[in-house]
């Protein structure tokens, strides 16, 4: 007879003693199991068991660090189709691309499969359209296959069903693991782990009760005699009411009548519940590959296990889901769009791979000191850079001059052979040793402006490119069927300006501080110059040419406006026009150099020329590369002494003045020299 323990214990006879058997763990399970304990299965894992949940987030959660991209197959080349980053972004009314991502990652982790539905337009049906409407994802649980049988009596697919609609093969894409058992459907994960996973819950469940209970062992009272019905009531309520309840633990109570406490159940020491646990934690997690540190288990971790740990995790867990995932977006969705392009997961944001990026680096100096190239070791290490015609050569540190040139020079030495140029291969024209007809004071003033011009022009370029880059995204997400005609007018060019200005103003900044430190190492100690009149002119300037530099934007709506009148003229479709503006942002930002040069150069030498007129300098001199490169104009003014405040006779106040013609100041490296007299 019950009367004490839990209430899901199933009732004993009054004449039956139960006598304590062998508590080891699977005997006491058997008795669990005869006894009927526990009732139910795990049929929602993710909800139910703290360990798939954990899990199977995990992968959910990383493989969002992955961004999507689109290449051409021949040279993979990265590019940015408007329908395609479109369709991407905003797959359907109800999800953002990343959580569309994440939900098929997350469905292929718990069932072995995903599934994509593509919504179908009128203009699919009639072929006027090559992409969906829209892109959706369900759970697998929701689908049913529709099968056949082929002429070796193997099943094969011929639709599906969708809440019981049925849906034709060529709207629905399917993403599955292998399953010898069904090969139309994927096999879960959690699938051979389902008996351990009822275990691990049930476990859970008997914890719950036996601290509901006050953590007391369950029991039966037995006795030899005979009880009626009304008796065993009796007993039972006597028994809950001094016994059952927090506040009643360690009550001591006599038994009368024969009635004998037998313990049924062992300790939970005896059931060792915390190696149950850690058994199905270990079970899963290597079933997921889950870094065991994003299950809190962090002994013996250092940042350098823990790294490899997510190194692994990416590559034998997400990233096998995101190949499948890749190779049937492909081959069921982008091949009909353009053949000629590809989808893949970009992931140099992933940080599981930055610490390899930075092993690269250090291997590419290693290499590099050795003679090899950059662009050897750009191909060899996958660095992903653009390859660029100085790369093609070693360059001799530090004089940064081609070695193949040097050794040239020495094995072939002529009259007209120039000394070897100390400065970057990148700037025009600069790879040619300043004029003979210079003298060494001339050359040293040309070079350490050349020194602080090239440093800060590599910086802008690369912040340049990146405005463009991004300018073109924003554009692309922004330009729509709908709005096509009003091409120009799709962007906020307030926020473009001011985003372009937040980008490059501390660059310019330092631009014009370089331009100081010039006329600093030119005219040595300054000489009772204002520090406060001088920081106040030079913060002038710089919100000057801050200002100036709008115009690349005002240049970039241009182009789009008279690019969309043209398409429009040619009666082009939206598709069309899209192409046709993506070109004016490639055009933009194939300019960067030339920007960054003029910007960078204007900077440096209004800043000398501002310092120069503070500290009283009389008059200045223009100075030139001395090379073929410096355009006629220039060459003809090469040494011409002017007035500090007068400009010289091709209409500038100094190289690269912003008040100048574009013909004038584009792509200038001439310099300022200061007379005193």
Known sequence: MKIGGYSFFERVSTNQVIKKENTTWGKLWSTVQEWKLFQGKVTQPYSQVANAYKAVKAICDNSAQASIGFYKWDNDEEIYPAELIKLFTKPNSRQSGQSFIRDIVGYFALYGESFIVKQLALGNLTG????????????????????????????????????????????????????????????????PLANEIDLDYLTMIYNKAFFNNDATPSFVMSTDKSLTEEQRERIMQWFEKRHIGAGNKGKIDIFEGGLRPEVISASHRDMDFMEQKKYMREEILGTYRTPKALFNITETLNYATFMGQMKVFWLYAIMPILSMLENEINSKLIVDYDPSIYFKFNLKNVPAFQEDFNAKVVTAQILFNMGFTADEINTKLELGFDEQEWRKHYWISPLLTPADILLEQELNPTPETPAPETTPPDNTGSAKQLG??????????????????????????????????????????????????????????????????????????????????????????????????????????????????????????AKIKKTLEQGVQAGETYSQLAERLKDVFNLMGSRAKLIARTETAGGINGGSEIYYKENGVEGKQWLTAGDEAVRESHRAIDGDIVDINSRFANGLRYPSDQDGEPAEVCNCRCTLIPIIK
């Not at 139309?184 to 699938?191: C, Q």
């Not at 060494?440 to 800060?456: H, Y």
């Not at 406060?532 to 710089?542: N, P, Q, T």
């Open 436 to 557: 003979v007809n210079k003298d060494i004071r001339l050359l040293t003033v040309w070079k350490s402006f050349l020194g602080r011009q090239v440093a800060l022009e590599r910086v802008f370029e690369s912040k340049i490119k990146r405005f463009f880059y991004e300018q073109r995204k924003r554009f692309l997400v922004a330009f729509t069927e709908q709005n096509s005609t009003q091409g120009d007018r799709v962007l906020n060019w307030e926020h473009e300006s001011a985003e372009l200005i937040k980008l490059v103003k501390p660059i310019i900044f330092k631009c014009i501080d370089e331009g100081v430190k010039q006329g600093e190492s030119l005219l040595g100690s300054k000489k009772g110059i204002a520090d406060d009149i001088l920081k106040h002119k030079l913060e002038a300037y710089l919100e000057m040419r801050c200002d100036l530099i709008k115009g690349i934007n005002n240049t970039t709506q």
């Open 128 to 191: 006027q359209r090559r992409l969906p409407s829209a892109l959706e994802t369900f759970s697998p649980s929701k689908f049913e296959k529709v099968s056949g049988k082929d002429e070796y009596n193997n099943e094969v697919l011929t639709g599906w069903k969708l809440n019981n609609k049925g849906l034709p093969l060529e709207q629905v894409i399917h993403i599955k693991d292998f399953n010898p058992y069904d090969t139309l459907r994927g096999l879960s994960p959690l699938k």
